[in-house]
């Protein structure tokens, strides 16, 4: 598996509109031009000031789930993704069955790969939920 690191994947990465880097505004600076991509909107994680109707978060997953809140905010009810190294197993559970968000873990000693970038192509988030409880 070749990791996702030269311009060639670009146009599979512009496709899937994604924008949201811990990287916060140094995506825009290092990680764009590398791959020939337009500047993207930022998600601010750091400094983050929990807001009402946040969503609830156990004790011990605060840390690893922080960045949970501020990609919902983002989003505002539209469909996303969320490609990550660090993304908490049970959000990812919660998660399987809706079809309007795709939390996508990454392994970080490899980095993004084709295979990620397939998946979100072939079946990337809708409107449309399989399950309307599931949350």
């Known amino acids: 598996m070749a990791p996702l690191s030269s311009q060639e994947h670009a146009p599979a990465l512009w496709r899937c509109k994604g924008g949201a ?3 916060e505004e140094r995506a825009n600076e290092h990680i764009g031009p590398l791959l020939g991509l337009p ?3 930022v998600v601010v994680f750091s400094g983050y000031v929990p807001q009402p109707g ?3 978060v156990p004790l011990m997953e605060l840390f690893s789930a922080a960045k949970w809140a ?3 905010r983002h ?3 539209r469909p996303f993704a969320w490609v ?3 993304i908490p197993p049970r959000l990812v559970r919660r998660s399987v069955l809706r079809t309007d968000r795709l939390l996508l873990p990454v392994d970080p000693a490899q980095g993004l790969q084709r295979e990620h970038v397939d998946r979100l192509l072939h079946r990337p988030p809708s409107r449309v939920r399989l399950n309307p409880w599931a949350c």
């Open 84 to 86: 990550d190294d660090c």
């Open 54 to 56: 946040d969503p609830r």
């Open 70 to 72: 501020p990609l919902l």
């Open 21 to 23: 880097f811990s990287w």
């Open 75 to 77: 989003a505002q009810g």
């Open 39 to 41: 500047e993207l909107p």
